[in-house]
């Protein structure tokens, strides 16, 4: 809030309906909040919940209130919508609105899974072929270089001084 005093100690974590407002209407100051609890950056569901995990309490607190706004608020919404809608005259079936809410967080979770697999084995094989390439052709470059330098060291001294023993 503008005439909340800034302080040196982490702010508690707000209630249900004030982390829905921060979510959806003030999402820099849920940003400012992040940092104060020692999150780096906006933390995804993953990170919370490896927190949350460790005994982490802020973790612990946003992950349920998350699952409350998830699990409670988004069908209450849709529910409210459908209601607003139906009474202002237009036809809605409230069983396709609900599966279409179950469906649409079944697709989003899939979907957000399956790019994020995708991208991390996208990027890992890019940098570790990469990574190993580089490092292949500048070991081989030294290496070679270094035998062939060695070798041909080598082989030109002892021919030479076998060349000059025999002539001389």
Do not use: C
């Amino acid at each position: 809030m503008p005439n909340e005093l800034p302080t040196d100690e982490a702010p508690p974590v707000p209630g249900v309906w004030r982390l829905g407002w921060l979510l959806f209407m003030q999402p820099i100051a849920l940003h400012r909040m992040y940092r104060a609890w020692g999150l780096e950056g906006d933390a995804s569901g993953i990170k919370l919940w490896r927190r949350a995990r460790a005994r982490d309490s802020v973790a612990r607190t946003l992950l349920v209130k998350y699952a409350l706004w998830l699990l409670v608020g988004m069908p209450l919404l849709t529910g409210l919508i459908a209601s607003a809608l139906r009474l202002s005259g237009v036809a809605v079936d409230a069983v396709r609105v609900a599966f279409g809410v179950a469906g649409g967080v079944a697709v989003g979770v899939a979907v957000g899974v399956a790019g994020g697999v995708a991208f991390g084995v996208a990027v890992g094989v890019t940098f570790g072929v990469a990574f190993g390439v580089a490092v292949g052709v500048a070991v081989g470059v030294a290496v070679g270089v270094a035998v062939g330098v060695a070798g041909g060291v080598a082989f030109g001294v002892s021919f030479g001084v076998a060349v000059g023993v025999t002539f001389g």
